[in-house]
């Protein structure tokens, strides 16, 4: 049987004590995780406690049942709110209706009444459990997204994100069906000219795609998305000569688009590659093939291997993997960073790179690293040595063994770096909180939101981390601080109970008094006399 957290709230302990013996809970599937004597108190236990069911009276000091029951859905959407009260009037049980309360009973509570209530609340938190459970919504919504998904899968592949050894496990579960042998990327680019205007771009660019597909489907097999303003096709090819018959039909879709869609579109083609994990290079090419129509003009398709046959099919391929590399330094794991700099070093173990351009490839490696270290506030002369000649070093190495052995000593001390900047940082920020608490304790209006509006970070952040820091929910530590600060005041003088509140950040005395007695067990008057007794 499923178990929820139930949160009860009311200012009177004896109902607590009723509620809690009215119910067989355990057997109903609940658990009482805890109980507060008012609405502000409910909202702190609320943040540590995660319930399931909040049970509130509707009258209460502090803060009431239905303004606890409205920040209570805003913060916490999926808790059940039951609201009680001895009031039996009209406009309670509307404003509960309309703030979405689940029930509104009245006072006194019947234990049959009650277990009805909390037999419905179960059956609904059952159902929406059972909802997130069901596997046959979970296949019907991965079905639906199944089209994102692809989409995301070729755009993965045209950025070259997709290792090799992983593509054939995002063919199978995408449903993707591309086999090739060959494969090639095209480019659709459409000009920005004046003839069509009276249509939409993005209408325009729909129309482009389904006249390409309806006109290339019977004959190539390809895919389709749109992608940063383009049309980016994956064609699959029977064999790498294929690709001048692929050009000839996008070169009368090219004329076709200008009639039906009254669109002026270039068709870039990229080199035929045999594996989809270097579909980048095809893709790049044919970006560049689709860059040519200012020489030659658009509406026409243009093939990067008939106008460029100079251009390197290898080119720029290492540029990837130094990104990958790059990223895994700053966000990623060690074993993370192993990983893409082990696939790096095996591409280029396999590549026909020349020794001219070897020696370039690592000038532009070097480079990029060393931009990198700058804009992440790196030490570069700790990772290499302030008297290393970098350049001569890693040039001087003899293997693509020794280069990925210098790669992954230096990756590894600029991410140790970057992760203990990101832990001082982490530690400067909620000491910045601290100091924040300790010169406005004695603002009223002090909140999680004043603190996250000075730091200009979020409320969901600046929660987790404060929390990870310092093992308090910000409200605990705010609340133990003024509680010292207090107890500092309370001995210093003869001040009245309401001038300390008021002093340490408390409008009503009476819950100052309220939440003291909670921190030491006595009333500030009473701790105030049997410290000055002993003294």
């Not at 200012?11 to 004597?37: C, N, S, T």
């Not at 771009?201 to 303003?229: C, H, I, N, R």
């Not at 920020?429 to 939101?449: G, M, T």
Request: net charge negative; hydrophobic share 40%.
């Amino acid at each position: 049987m499923n178990q929820y957290a139930v949160l009860l709230v009311d200012d009177e302990e004896e109902v607590f004590q009723v509620m809690m013996k009215k119910l067989p809970w355990e057997e109903m599937g609940f658990h009482i995780a805890g109980y507060a004597r008012n609405g502000i108190e409910a909202l702190e236990m609320a943040e540590e406690l995660q319930p399931d069911v909040v049970m509130t009276d509707i009258k209460m000091s502090y803060m009431d049942g239905l303004t606890l029951c409205k920040q209570l859905k805003e913060l916490y959407p999926g808790t059940k709110v039951i609201i009680f009260s001895g009031f039996d009037e009209f406009e309670y049980a509307k404003e509960a209706i309309k703030i979405e309360a689940e029930e509104y009973i009245l006072k006194p509570i019947n234990s049959v009444e009650l277990k009805e209530v909390f037999e419905r609340i179960k059956t609904a938190l059952d159902k929406e459990l059972d909802e997130k459970r069901n596997i046959e919504k979970l296949r019907e919504y991965y079905m639906q997204s199944l089209p994102v998904l692809q989409e995301n899968f070729y755009a993965s592949l045209i950025e070259g994100r997709i290792p090799e050894n992983k593509v054939g496990a995002y063919l199978s579960n995408y449903q993707i069906d591309l086999k090739g042998p060959f494969f090639a990327a095209v480019v659709l680019h459409i000009s920005g000219d004046q003839e069509g205007q009276e249509m939409d771009p993005f209408l325009k660019l729909v129309s482009v795609k389904q006249l390409a597909e309806e006109m290339l489907s019977d004959t190539w097999k390809m895919k389709s998305l749109t992608y940063l303003g383009d049309i980016v096709l994956i064609a699959e090819l029977p064999g790498e000569e294929a690709i001048t018959h692929l050009t000839d039909d996008l070169d009368k879709l090219c004329k076709n688009a200008k009639r039906v869609c009254k669109a002026s579109v270039t068709a870039g083609i990229g080199h035929a590659c045999d594996s989809l994990d270097t579909l980048q290079v095809s893709y790049q090419g044919a970006q560049n093939a689709a860059s040519y129509r200012v020489i030659y003009g658009n509406t026409r398709a243009i093939n990067i291997a008939e106008i460029d046959p100079q251009e390197n099919v290898d080119s720029h391929w290492e540029s990837d993997y130094v990104k990958r590399i790059l990223k895994k330094i700053k966000m990623g794991h060690r074993e993370e960073l192993d990983e893409v700099i082990g696939e790096f070093i095996t591409a280029l173990s396999k590549s026909k790179i020349s020794l001219q351009q070897y020696r370039i490839m690592i000038l532009e490696l070097i480079a990029e690293i060393y931009r990198f270290g700058t804009e992440n506030r790196i030490s570069m002369e700790t990772v290499f040595g302030a008297e290393n000649d970098i350049y001569a070093q890693i040039l001087q190495l003899e293997s693509a063994e020794s280069l990925g052995n210098w790669l992954r000593e230096n990756s590894f001390k600029m991410q140790e770096q970057i992760l203990n900047e990101r832990m001082d940082t982490t530690k400067s920020f909620v000491s910045r909180a601290e100091d924040y608490v300790k010169e406005h304790y004695s603002d009223q209006d002090l909140s999680i939101e004043t603190i996250c509006s000075y730091l200009n970070v979020s409320a969901a952040y600046f929660s987790t981390i404060f929390k990870k820091e310092t093992g308090k929910t910000f409200i605990n530590y705010l609340t133990e601080y003024r509680m010292e600060k207090a107890v500092d005041l309370l001995l210093q003088g003869d001040q009245k109970t309401y001038i300390v509140a008021e002093r340490v950040g408390y409008a009503d005395s009476n819950y100052f008094s309220y939440v003291f007695k909670k921190q030491f067990g006595i009333s500030p008057s009473k701790y105030k006399s049997s410290r000055m007794g002993d003294s």
